[in-house]
């Protein structure tokens, strides 16, 4: 059995009382799970302050507790004198969710450290860019584990997440499956909340690549302004041993101020690792991009998901994998046969129309992809999207200016209302419509998403792309607290069986 003195070790603590000479068998940060020989961490958060339940746990046979607060804020088992239990270890630092990432890491010995780590931070194509290196290791025969927002991929076996990148205790389990079941490498989509949380406390990436940042996730529950944002997705470069960026983003001159000696990519200008020579390529069986790479690597490179901005996101995949030393086939058969859920996703397909399906949720990513569509010259470009409930009103703002701009008909439909009225939120999304120019005529507003969808597709003209946007991978609709099964791809195919398109 392990020893607390042996968990704390890169921990910056300081023992009040007891002793950390105690056998210890599982970190904990969650009242409902603490007993015997269990670290209890304790957190002030927004909603709970788990510092109020130490006495409920230490009841439950907990005896080592890890706080964040002067001993005077804490309320405390104490005997008939006043006097704290002589078996209670209590330790104070600086920083509850650190402690916990730390202690994690130690309780599932510092998986991590017996892995090669690749780090993917930006405001868009970090899923993307994720899978396409995931692909390019593992057709380099690397088993390879993932964890982003389609959830955590080990060995095969794909693990539902909540979040990105979730909590520090989470990722320690998954990563710790990973090297037992025999993975070399580990891919991770960190995202902002995630460094800001502290979850990805104590991991050291071998590569870290910044991709792209817009305002996004700005709000009461996510971050103070961009500022805060753009500060917390720096902090990949603080933990990484090579980092990577791209120099086309307008953020890039101060990133690479604050972090000199950054290896550069860039699809527009001439950097370590640049993309030169670019064409779209559609066919019946075919729709992306091929281009050369020129820089510290040399290649002809055919991508089948298509778009600049899917140009870029390939890009940096090559730059991390040609920093790995993997071979060129490898990346160049990954890339050609390349496949992500819910990212540029063609679903269906036919003589007369093509729908995709993509995660675009923001302005700055709808209007991305929609400019991209419209390089591949379609008669019409319809839209179908909706906005997600309770979430910072930009996104309604900007997706609606993006579609008044961009597409030929929208259709306005729900997301994950949560705890709004979909009515609502439609009501905001057709207001900036209007407001940027949007005709009366170019969209409709239906609510039901399945029936939104269905309007597209049997409305849909001669040489139509259809976008049905917002939620990608996802497989639920959230209404009102409750979750309820909905994929997009699901329900594309059901519309053409159903109306024999």
Partial sequence: M???ADWLSELDCELISGTTDIPVEDVVYDSRKAGENTV???MSGSKTDSHDFIKEVYDKGCRAFVVEKELSELSLPRDGEGKLPEDLTLITTGNGRRALALLSAARFGYPTKKLRTIGVTGTKGKTTTSFMIKSILEHCGKKTGLIGTNGCYIAGEHFETRNTT?????LNR????????????MVMECSSQGFKMHRTDGIKFDCGVFLNISPDHIGPLEHADFDEYLSCKMKLFSQCDKGIIN????HSGEIREAYPGLITYSIRDKADFYAENIHYVSGKDFMGAEFSVGGLTEDEVRLSIPGEFNISNALAAISVCSLLELPKKGINEALESIHVSGRMETVYKSDKFQVIVDYAHNEVSMESLLDTLRSYSPKRLVVVFGCGGNRSKDRRTGMGAAAAKSADLSVFTSDNSRFEKPEDIIRDIEEAYLAAGGREGSYVKIPDRREAIEYAMTHSEQGDIIAVIGKGHEDYQEVNGERTHFLDREVISETAEKYSL
């Fill in 2 to 4: 392990n020893r607390l």
């Fill in 174 to 185: 998954y990563f710790a499956m990973m090297v037992e079941r025999g993975c070399e490498y």
């Fill in 166 to 170: 979730p909590e520090s205790y989470e």
């Fill in 40 to 42: 209890f961490v304790c």
């Fill in 247 to 250: 120099i086309d983003d307008e």
